[in-house]
Nanobody, 122 residues
Framework: VQLQASGGGLVQAGGSLRLSCTAS????????MGWFRQAPGKERVFVAG????????YLADSVKGRFTISRDNAKNTVYLQMNSLKPEDTGVYYC????????????????WGEGTQVTVSS
């Protein structure tokens, strides 16, 4: 499974960005897809995850009310709509996927894409 993320960039605080991640290869059993981020000098942390049918959605407390995750299975694509961005949202955002769904997607994913940089200026 290969994951290609796009949509990062530089934005002012309060602005919005939309990240996209398209999966290719053996994607038919990717029950979980999601996003993690890594700020400079910090560990990579969970941001958002979504199950195959979109029934289960998990969001980090720090982004609830501001970020929305969705997926289009026909396009093998997951999206992260980021609104009201803050400087602390700055980091490299990684797309991830896993054949096992459920809340464990917040902690572990089998497949990872290369990250896309998001920078929020104050």
């Amino acid at each position: 499974v290969q994951l290609q993320a796009s949509g990062g960039g530089l934005v002012q605080a309060g602005g919005s960005l939309r990240l996209s991640c398209t999966a290719s290869g053996r994607t038919f059993n990717m029950k979980a897809m999601g996003w993690f981020r890594q700020a400079p000098g910090k560990e990579r942390v969970f941001v958002a995850g979504i199950s195959w049918g979109g029934v289960s959605i998990y969001l980090a407390d720090s982004v609830k009310g501001r970020f929305t995750i969705s997926r289009d299975n026909a396009k093998n694509t997951v999206y992260l709509q980021m609104n009201s961005l803050k400087p602390e949202d700055t980091g490299v955002y990684y797309c991830a996927a896993d054949p096992v769904g459920g809340p464990n997607m917040r902690h572990e994913m089998a497949y990872w894409g290369e990250g896309t940089q998001v920078t929020v200026s104050s």
